[in-house]
């Protein structure tokens, strides 16, 4: 069946520091991927998505390509703040299942000053 | 703001009891997803809700179930609580079809003691 997989945590970067969290999926057909952010006490918030392969999504920094030929959508910032420390989860959706929504265990980041 | 709405924001209550969870979904959206979300199984997919009828099941116990009314809102109902129930719960809508995202609700802490 369809799958997210994300690498663990928790991470752990300076201020400025590069960021990637890996994530790869498992699905039959063209699903949509997304990249969910959630802060300390709150639920979770669309950080950007891609709805087929080579698109980039981007927002606020980061950014997210749809790579199909290595089923990946890897989250990358080039300078992460002290803000930016939150869970982050990678998600799919294929129409091929329903539209059903399958989640990332999350991962979390701490960006230290 | 999402547009989505949950209430209570916070709800203790003893072993054995019964709670409800309500859900208003963003104006407009038909599907209705309701995850737990706990420290030790992460994000889980609990249940969905079409235009009033369930669409997908997930990791969701005989002691919960869920309903969604003809005017989308949606409750969540949970029976003979116990201690490991003590989760965050969220609810997300989205418009079905299509590469559409989930918006999320802030969520329902349910502590059980």
């Known amino acids: 069946g369809d799958s997210v997989t994300q690498m663990e945590g928790p991470v752990t970067l300076s201020e400025e520091a590069f960021l990637t969290i890996n994530c790869t999926y498992t699905?039959?057909?063209?699903?949509?991927l997304f990249w969910y952010v959630q802060y300390p006490g709150e639920g979770l918030q669309l950080l950007l998505k891609?709805?087929?392969?080579?698109d980039k999504g981007s927002n606020k920094g980061f950014e997210a390509t749809y790579r199909k030929e290595t089923t990946s959508f890897h989250l990358e910032k080039g300078s992460v703040q002290v803000s930016d420390s939150a869970v982050y989860f990678c998600?799919?959706?294929?129409?091929?299942?329903?539209?059903?929504?399958?989640f990332g265990t999350g991962t979390s980041l701490t960006v230290i000053p | 703001d999402s547009g989505v709405t949950q209430t209570p924001k916070h709800l203790i209550t003893a072993t054995g009891q019964r709670v409800t969870l309500r859900c208003s979904p963003r104006?407009?959206?038909?599907?209705v997803y309701w995850y737990q979300q706990s420290l030790d199984q992460g994000l889980q997919f609990l249940i969905q809700?079409?235009?009033?009828?369930?669409?997908a099941k997930g990791n969701i116990l005989e002691r919960f179930s869920a309903q969604q009314f003809p005017d989308l809102h949606s409750e969540l109902n949970l029976s003979s609580l116990e201690l490991g129930d003590s989760a965050l719960y969220f609810c997300?809508?989205?418009?079905?079809?299509?590469?559409?995202?989930?918006?999320f609700g802030p969520g329902t802490r349910l502590t059980v003691t």
């Open positions: 997300a809508s989205s418009v079905s079809g299509g590469p559409y995202e989930q918006y």
């Open positions: 998600a799919l959706k294929n129409p091929n299942t329903g539209n059903q929504f399958y």
């Open positions: 699905a039959t057909g063209y699903p949509s």
């Open positions: 104006s407009g959206d038909l599907s």
């Open positions: 891609a709805t087929k392969a080579d």
């Open positions: 809700y079409y235009n009033g009828e369930e669409r």
